[in-house]
């Protein structure tokens, strides 16, 4: 798969991932409402104002999961997968001694044709310890020296 192709295809996998997650933050957030909709029509007392605390708990972290993946989208929007790098940046995959990096969003290990790459944040440590290097510059991470071989 040629490079600009495989930059695609990683982007494409990661959109698919994220939209699965607002699907399933959206979905959960209904839920969430339904359920507390229906607890007030049908309960009074102690237990009920304890049952309303736990539902507006539960809404709240649906509404940031839900919030978190948007934000995912926006970032993944931002992306130009036609861009060429000559330094690492937001949008660059990376081969090392090590392993393949694509710096967009932190959603870990995709594989492609038997080979495994990395979607990690710039924010990341390792996407910190890989930004503005340069292909034959040498990084220590976790102990470990990574020699970036390839910039796409």
Avoid: C, W
């Amino acid at each position: 798969m040629e490079d600009k192709e495989l930059k695609r295809y990683l982007h494409q996998s990661l959109v698919q991932i994220v939209e699965k997650k607002v699907n399933a933050a959206r979905l959960m957030l209904k839920s969430t409402l339904e359920s507390r909709d229906n607890e007030t029509k049908s309960s009074v007392g102690d237990k009920h104002e304890t049952g309303r605390a736990m539902m507006q708990r539960e809404e709240e972290q649906n509404r940031a999961q839900l919030s978190n993946a948007l934000e995912l989208t926006n970032i993944l929007s931002q992306l130009d997968v036609d861009k060429r790098f000559s330094q690492v940046e937001f949008g660059s995959l990376v081969t090392t001694n090590h392993g393949k990096y694509f710096l967009a969003i932190g959603l870990g290990k995709i594989v492609v044709a038997g080979i495994s790459y990395f979607a990690i944040s710039p924010a990341s440590p390792m996407g910190k310890v890989l930004l503005n290097k340069v292909v034959g510059d040498r990084v220590l991470f976790l102990q470990k020296e990574y020699v970036i071989t390839q910039i796409e």
